[in-house]
Antibody, heavy 123, light 110 residues
């Protein structure tokens, strides 16, 4: 069974960098699939942040691209998110997920999700 | 346009049928997926590739798509189906591949 678990600080100060890690168990991230970060501000909808393949092929949400870095650590079967220059608007539940996507194909879906981690941006 | 549009809220009587729709230009080229999110929980995939159900999803959930509109239908809605539902598809433009989510539809089962 594929399981994902987000870890990282629950509180980040404004202008600093938010860093989260997603640990994957039950599946090797080098075996295929993209891996993604998605967030949800309180009371709001889902917002895709970024996706990565184990060969470092990356996709970014254009609205966040200038502040976001997604990376993969194959030795630890993890992938990570860094979001810099955060403001209160970045306060959200951050989810990591496995992403079924292939360039040239019509499909796109997130089949396994972590439980989510709440990150609050506040001084 | 690079967005997916959903009705904010829909209600259905217990045991009746409800359709939740999603509109967007990306749906002319790419498949829709649907997620169910109950309060305080992570989203769960209920429909992928426009009309397929993952293992474990009840067969009262079905998906369809035509033109720029995708839908998820719940036939015989149950109390446990009360949740937020989000559509999703990929998109592509000059800056690369992206993912779009609809704004979500809150389903109330009366």
């Amino acid at each position: 069974q594929v399981q994902l678990q987000e870890t990282g600080p629950g509180l980040v100060k404004p202008s600093e960098t938010l860093s989260l890690t997603c640990s994957v168990s039950g599946y090797s991230i080098t075996s295929g699939y993209f891996w993604a970060w998605i967030r949800q501000s309180p009371g709001k909808g889902l917002e895709w942040i970024a996706s990565i393949y184990h060969n470092d092929d990356t996709h970014y949400n254009p609205s966040l691209k200038s502040r976001v870095t997604i990376s993969v650590d194959t030795s630890n079967n993890q992938f990570s998110l860094k979001l810099n220059s955060v403001t209160a608007a970045d306060s959200a539940v951050y989810y990591c997920a496995r992403y079924d996507f292939w360039s040239g194909a019509e499909r796109s879906f997130f089949d396994y999700w972590g439980q989510g981690t709440l990150v609050t941006v506040s001084s | 346009s690079s967005e997916l549009t959903q009705d904010p809220a829909v209600s259905v009587a217990l045991g009746q049928t409800v359709r939740i729709t999603c509109q967007g230009d990306s749906l002319r080229s790419y498949y829709a997926s649907w997620y169910q999110q109950k309060s305080g929980q992570a989203p769960v995939l209920v429909i992928y590739d426009k009309d397929k159900r993952p293992s474990g999803i009840p067969d009262r959930f079905s998906g369809s798509s035509s033109g720029n509109t995708a839908s998820v239908t719940i036939t015989g809605a149950q109390a446990e189906d009360e949740a937020d539902y989000y559509c999703e598809s990929r998109s592509r433009d000059s800056s690369g591949n992206h993912v779009l989510f609809g704004g979500g539809t809150k389903l109330t089962v009366l």
